[in-house]
């Protein structure tokens, strides 16, 4: 089946430093791919769609300039989050659609766990 | 505004029951509903999904249910087995093509041996 996998599974990172979270798509190519944020026992918020080759584009209330996304190919998207602060810690997860345009169902990554100290 | 809830946050069922898992939506436009499982620190796995066209889809231990005129879906596992202890997430989308995921708060469901 479609795989998704995310790097770093955990990040510590100090307050002011900028930390980089890559997801891939293994065997299958995705145009688009997803990025999430989870606080506990809250539910999955979006927080943009990444497209390869263009912008992404930003769920309202999320700065696009703190949450650098590039989709640089068909099987890469980073999320960079700049200039990190405590409130940042959260679990952020990237997803993929195998079926672009369809109704495929997402399939997710295994999630990053940020800690800004 | 949250477009996708389930109200009971946890679930505790007897193993070799079954579990009935509830979603409700608000949003009238969404036309295809997924059931993911996920377990702590780990991505959202996809379980069964169904379009607005139908009312049921099943899939081996795994039924869905949709009643579009009540806005509700129900995820129904049967028989429940000790490794279906994990948090459930039901998701809803909007229009063919579009892949964004609205999804709900999650139910803990707990299967106790």
């Known amino acids: 089946g479609a795989v998704v996998s995310q790097h770093p599974s955990w990040v510590i990172c100090k307050s002011g430093t900028s930390v980089k979270i890559e997801c891939r798509s293994l065997?299958?190519?995705?145009?688009?791919m997803f990025w999430y944020r989870q606080f506990p026992k809250q539910s999955l918020m979006l927080m943009a769609t990444?497209?390869?080759?263009?912008?992404?584009?930003?769920e309202q209330g999320v700065e696009k300039d703190k949450f650098l996304i590039n989709h640089a190919s068909l099987t890469l998207s980073t999320l960079t989050v700049t200039s990190a602060h405590p409130e940042d810690s959260s679990f952020y997860i990237c997803?993929?659609?195998?079926?672009?345009?369809?109704?495929?169902?997402?399939?997710f990554g295994n999630g990053t766990r940020l800690t800004v100290t | 505004d949250q477009q996708v809830k389930q109200n009971s946050p946890s679930l505790s069922v007897q193993e070799g029951r079954i579990s009935i898992l509830n979603c409700d939506y608000t949003?009238?436009?969404?036309?295809?509903f997924l059931w993911y499982k996920k377990y702590p620190a780990e991505g959202p796995t996809f379980l069964i999904s169904i379009s607005s066209i139908k009312d049921k889809n099943e899939d081996g231990r795994f039924t869905v249910f949709l009643n579009k005129s009540a806005k509700h879906l129900s995820l129904h596992i049967v028989p429940s087995q000790p490794g279906d202890s994990a948090v459930y997430f039901c998701?809803?989308?909007?229009?063919?093509?579009?892949?964004?995921?609205?999804f709900g708060t999650g139910t803990r469901l707990t299967i106790i041996p």
């Open positions: 065997d299958f190519q995705a145009t688009t």
């Open positions: 998701a809803a989308s909007a229009g063919f093509g579009n892949e964004k995921l609205t």
């Open positions: 990444s497209n390869e080759g263009s912008k992404a584009t930003y």
């Open positions: 997803s993929a659609v195998t079926l672009s345009g369809g109704r495929g169902p997402l399939h």
């Open positions: 949003n009238s436009m969404f036309d295809y």
